[in-house]
Structure formats: C-alpha cells, structure tokens
C-alpha cells in the first residue's frame, strides 16, 4: 500500500468519535497525518494538542519550535515530509480532562494504524521518540522516561529517546543539565547526517 492511500485511509478515521464527544472539548476527530514513503527520520510523539487539532499541522506550538531547536531544524527541513515523517501515537487530539490537561492517546489508535505506518517507512534510518507513550510502543520499554533517555547511547546512532518538548518539562530540563549537554549536541549532528543522504 503507498503512503498516500494509507494517508486517506487515517484522515477518514472515527474510530474515536463517541470517545471525543464525551470529552471536555466535545470534539469531532481531525487526524494530523504527515508522512511520505521515502522520509528518513522519523519523529514519533504522544498526540496533537489543541492547536495542532485547529492547524492540522503537526508541532505548530511552543513544543515544536522547542523540539525544532533540539533538532537544529528549520521550519521548512522540519515539515519537509520526503524527509521527515511525523507519525504520533494517536493521530488525533484526544481531548482535556476537567482541568485542562490533555488526555491520553486512545491506545487504539496505535493498535489499528501504528504498524501499518511503519511497514510504508522502510527508508527511516533515525528514529526521534519523544515521551512514554512512544518509548513504550517502539522500544517495548516499560522504564520511566528519565531512565530512557539518560541510557540513549544504547539505541544509538538509529534511535533517540528524548523527553516531550512541552514547557511542562522545563523543570525537567533544569534538574538534568546532562540532556542538552551531551544528547543533544549529538543529536543535532546525528539529524544532519541523514538530513544530507540523498
């Protein structure tokens, strides 16, 4: 199957319909999809926030200009999908609970188009995961998300585990200064290296 069907196939999905309508957000399903067969890097995420349901573009937020900078990116090598592949784990805005926090990604999601997805990327040579729900899914790894990204060295050069980029993590960031330190200077120069394979 070519991405591009596939890509169709996850836009037409409601599967979470019911789900969303019982929400806060009382929301109707809008799946941010945003791959192409031939991307290189692959960046797999949680799900996409409010304004990223509203834009229908994946890390159109402070979180993407933060993982952005991580990556030592610009916009157009980021959103440039013959390159780079952004496949979260749950393609639609899940929803807020009563106090505004983001929900979780409906594991269904996962289960009905995760695999799928990567049997279309076979170019992927670096995978970026970024947070629990990604680290759990592509590394069946149950440690806690400190644990997995302080060992990234073990999944180098073809996969980085990274905490989530959100502001909600700066406390994170302060109390470990080895992560911008030493993981992502290699990480920048691990994404140039397959940003320039041809």
């Not at 440039?80 to 106090?99: N, Q, S």
């Not at 592509?138 to 180098?156: E, F, G, I, P």
């Not at 109390?175 to 990480?187: D, G, Q, R, S, Y």
Request: hydrophobic share 40%; with cysteine; aromatic share 10%.
């Amino acid at each position: 199957m070519s991405s591009t069907v596939l890509s169709d196939e996850i836009r037409r999905c409601r599967l979470c319909s019911e789900r969303f309508a019982q929400t806060v957000t009382a929301h109707e399903p809008r799946p941010v999809v945003w791959f192409q067969t031939q991307a290189r890097i692959l960046i797999a995420g949680q799900a996409p926030g409010v304004r990223v349901h509203q834009s229908q573009k994946p890390f159109s937020d402070p979180s993407g200009i933060r993982l952005r900078c991580w990556l030592g990116m610009d916009e157009l090598e980021f959103y440039d999908r013959a390159r780079v592949a952004i496949v979260p784990m749950a393609f639609c805005f899940p929803g807020t609970d009563g106090g505004g926090a983001d929900l979780a990604p409906p594991p269904i999601c996962a289960r009905t188009w995760h695999t799928r997805v990567m049997n279309v990327l076979d170019n992927v040579s670096l995978k970026i995961l970024i947070g629990g729900y990604a680290h759990r899914w592509h590394l069946a790894c149950r440690s806690r998300v400190t644990d997995t990204v302080a060992n990234w060295q073990s999944y180098a050069p073809s996969i980085v585990p990274l905490p989530h980029p959100s502001w909600r993590n700066n406390a994170w960031l302060k109390a470990n200064p080895w992560f911008e330190e030493e993981l992502i200077p290699v990480l920048r120069c691990r994404v140039r290296e397959v940003m320039s394979q041809e």
